[in-house]
């Protein structure tokens, strides 16, 4: 009798680990590198902790949707850490380099408060997944170099940053729903009617409406590119002739001021471009780097985790 007994139990035994190990106990596979359901919700709940503390409440509409763009983050970190990872262990690149130590104390240096542990904790981050990172970055880019010409393009591309100005234009907005109503518009500015009353009575735009559509000043890019054409091209003191047709609806533009770029000399700033036009040019070399990477892994989510396809 006792001999059954155990022969049962172990049989019993056997059934519960067989069970256990059908559950999906792992968030996802990194090229068949399992990341547990513990990590990602360790990630998961540290982030949306922080969030409830700078007032988003996860109940709401919004709160959820936020959620949502939340937990895709979280995946998307911890498959990117395990990528980088993988990487590293590849190609046996030491965590230990000075340059990778060099890149972790400029960033705990960076810290406003510096307190780098309260840091991490915010953005559910590990100090070793810190140090792998540049590990990473450190590697990809070691090798790049930028030409004269490099680095005079991205200064031509970025002159604002080293004291210059863009070139800006400042203007208000009337937005309507249908051509029409924007012809009216400009047919009673024609008559004399003020600009700034109009946009108050007229403009669906409720970012600019109450301020009789100002917009302030603005640089190129920052519009929409009919709305940008039409607004740099205009002169100053004019409203539009024609409506400007975006994705927003029917605009009518008044430009208020047109201000003309200017750029230092960039024999004076040449030194902060160069460094600048490195890190840069290295960056760009590691996204690309890294989009290989996640391009062509293989991945696995748990069930509940797969993403919705819209």
Same mark, same amino acid.
């Given at each position: 009798?006792?001999?059954?007994?155990?022969?049962?139990?172990?049989?019993?035994?056997?059934?519960?680990?067989?069970?256990?190990? /059908?559950?999906?106990?792992?968030? &996802? /596979?990194?090229?068949?590198?399992?990341?547990?359901?513990?990590?990602?919700?360790?990630?998961?709940?540290?982030?949306?902790?922080?969030?409830?503390?700078?007032?988003?409440?996860?109940?709401?509409?919004?709160?959820?949707?936020?959620?949502?763009?939340?937990?895709?983050?979280?995946?998307?970190?911890?498959?990117?850490?395990?990528?980088?990872?993988?990487?590293?262990?590849?190609?046996?690149?030491?965590?230990?380099?000075?340059?990778?130590?060099?890149?972790?104390?400029?960033?705990?240096?960076?810290?406003?408060?510096?307190?780098?542990?309260?840091?991490?904790?915010?953005?559910?981050?590990?100090?070793?997944?810190?140090?792998?990172?540049?590990?990473?970055?450190?590697?990809?880019?070691?090798?790049?170099?930028?030409?004269?010409?490099?680095?005079?393009?991205?200064?031509?591309?970025?002159?604002?940053?080293?004291?210059?100005?863009?070139?800006?234009? /400042?203007?208000?907005?009337?937005?309507?729903?249908?051509?029409?109503?924007?012809?009216? &518009?400009?047919?009673?500015?024609?008559?004399?009617?003020?600009?700034?009353?109009?946009?108050?009575?007229?403009?669906?735009?409720?970012?600019?409406?109450?301020?009789?559509?100002?917009?302030?000043?603005?640089?190129?890019?920052?519009?929409?590119?009919?709305?940008?054409?039409?607004?740099?091209?205009?002169?100053?003191?004019?409203?539009?002739?024609?409506?400007?047709?975006?994705?927003?609806?029917?605009?009518?533009?008044?430009?208020?001021?047109?201000?003309?770029?200017?750029?230092?000399?960039?024999?004076?700033?040449?030194?902060?471009?160069?460094?600048?036009?490195?890190?840069?040019?290295?960056?760009?070399?590691?996204?690309?780097?890294?989009? /290989?990477?996640?391009?062509?892994?293989?991945?696995?989510?748990?069930?509940?985790?797969?993403?919705?396809?819209?």
């Amino acid at each position: 009798m006792k001999k059954i007994t155990s022969l049962l139990l172990v049989f019993l035994l056997l059934a519960i680990a067989n069970g256990c190990a /059908k559950k999906e106990d792992f968030a &996802i /596979k990194v090229n068949d590198k399992v990341i547990p359901m513990t990590a990602y919700n360790q990630k998961l709940n540290a982030i949306k902790t922080y969030l409830e503390k700078q007032g988003i409440d996860f109940n709401s509409d919004q709160g959820k949707a936020t959620l949502e763009s939340v937990k895709n983050d979280v995946m998307e970190g911890l498959i990117g850490n395990e990528l980088i990872n993988q990487e590293i262990a590849k190609n046996k690149w030491d965590l230990k380099d000075p340059e990778v130590t060099k890149q972790v104390e400029n960033l705990k240096n960076q810290i406003p408060d510096k307190d780098y542990q309260k840091w991490l904790d915010q953005q559910a981050m590990t100090d070793q997944e810190v140090v792998n990172y540049f590990a990473f970055t450190t590697n990809i880019g070691k090798d790049v170099q930028v030409t004269d010409q490099d680095v005079k393009q991205y200064f031509d591309s970025n002159y604002s940053k080293y004291g210059g100005q863009e070139e800006q234009v /400042k203007a208000k907005h009337i937005l309507v729903a249908t051509e029409q109503e924007a012809l009216d &518009i400009i047919k009673q500015l024609k008559a004399g009617k003020d600009f700034s009353e109009l946009a108050k009575e007229k403009s669906t735009d409720t970012g600019s409406k109450s301020s009789g559509g100002d917009l302030g000043y603005f640089s190129r890019g920052q519009m929409v590119p009919p709305f940008e054409e039409a607004a740099f091209s205009q002169k100053v003191g004019q409203f539009s002739d024609k409506p400007v047709k975006t994705d927003f609806g029917y605009h009518v533009i008044l430009v208020e001021d047109h201000k003309l770029p200017v750029k230092p000399d960039f024999n004076k700033v040449k030194a902060s471009v160069q460094k600048d036009a490195l890190d840069y040019a290295k960056n760009q070399k590691v996204q690309s780097y890294f989009s /290989k990477l996640r391009q062509d892994a293989k991945i696995e989510y748990a069930e509940a985790l797969k993403p919705k396809i819209s």
